[in-house]
């Protein structure tokens, strides 16, 4: 009876003990649960994308480190995922999908080729919705002296033609995967604007044999930002890449920087009250 009790007694002490150190424990865990549960809230997306965090203005890569926001994030901005998506169309290459790591490789890549041989082998880029003939500026695109520039292009068109339905989402996103791309000469915007005759277009197209083998090195893409709410440059040209209204004949004297930025303004106003029309 005696051994009884003393088993009784002995197991209700151990009861109360555990309860007790359960009891004091409960905080500590609520705390490592609190913490746990925010070393997976860190904000990255999967293959690399960035997520902008607004309140810091800072955006965090798939490896926490940081960097500071700057004219790319309002291109890439994660809460704009929903919205501006292409979900048709053939699948788009790793190395091409528009996230900032391969955005600043092609970018580099660009610099690097045109350091070496000049915009001999560059080219300007413009984007056209079918259906218009307005033509946007979007960027430049440089290539190794044995690419041609069809084949440069067709093997970056998933970043080119995205890009160009984020830099201009009102006018061009709406066609993203019908997109038309154009090349012309390289650093030739001056020309374009002055409507000479000898600046013509070529139509690019995304299916090009043995782009595929063109290693990303080998090619550059660096798109077009706008700074201070700029417009955007643009030209009206017909389905054959050449410029629809008469040259404008230039003055001996070289226009300053300030004269050829408020050229452009009046060419755009000219061509967006023609469209309009």
């Not at 007790?20 to 690399?48: E, Q, V």
């Not at 203005?57 to 998506?85: C, G, M, P």
């Not at 290459?93 to 045109?114: L, T």
């Not at 695109?141 to 890009?163: G, L, N, T, Y």
Request: aromatic share 10%.
């Amino acid at each position: 009876m005696l051994i009884a009790q003393s088993t009784i007694h002995h197991s209700t002490r151990f009861h109360k003990t555990i309860t007790m150190t359960s009891a004091s424990l409960l905080p500590l865990l609520c705390l490592c649960l609190l913490a746990l549960s925010h070393s997976f809230s860190t904000p990255y997306l999967p293959d690399g994308k960035y997520r902008v965090v607004k309140q810091g203005r800072l955006a965090y890569t798939s490896t926490t480190s940081l960097f500071v926001k700057d004219k790319w994030d309002l291109l890439i901005d994660e809460e704009e995922d929903d919205d501006l998506q292409f979900d048709g169309g053939p699948p788009v290459p790793r190395d091409m999908k528009y996230n900032m790591f391969n955005i600043n490789r092609q970018r580099e890549h660009f610099v690097s080729i045109k350091g070496i041989a000049g915009k001999d082998l560059t080219n300007d880029v413009y984007a056209r919705d079918p259906e218009t003939d307005t033509f946007w500026f979007i960027g430049k695109v440089a290539r190794v002296s044995d690419i041609p520039i069809e084949k440069c292009i067709a093997r970056q068109w998933a970043m080119v033609e995205e890009h160009s339905a984020r830099l201009r989402p009102t006018e061009l996103y709406p066609k993203w995967g019908s997109l038309q791309l154009w090349a012309a000469p390289g650093d030739s915007e001056v020309d374009v604007a002055y409507c000479r005759p000898e600046i013509q277009f070529i139509q690019m197209f995304r299916d090009v044999d043995g782009s595929s083998e063109v290693r990303n090195m080998e090619v550059g893409f660096q798109g077009e930002l706008y700074e201070n709410e700029e417009e955007g440059f643009r030209t009206i040209r017909t389905d054959d890449g050449k410029a629809v209204k008469q040259e404008i004949q230039s003055s001996p004297k070289q226009p300053t920087e300030a004269q050829l930025d408020e050229m452009m303004k009046v060419l755009n106003d000219v061509e967006a009250n023609s469209g309009e029309q």
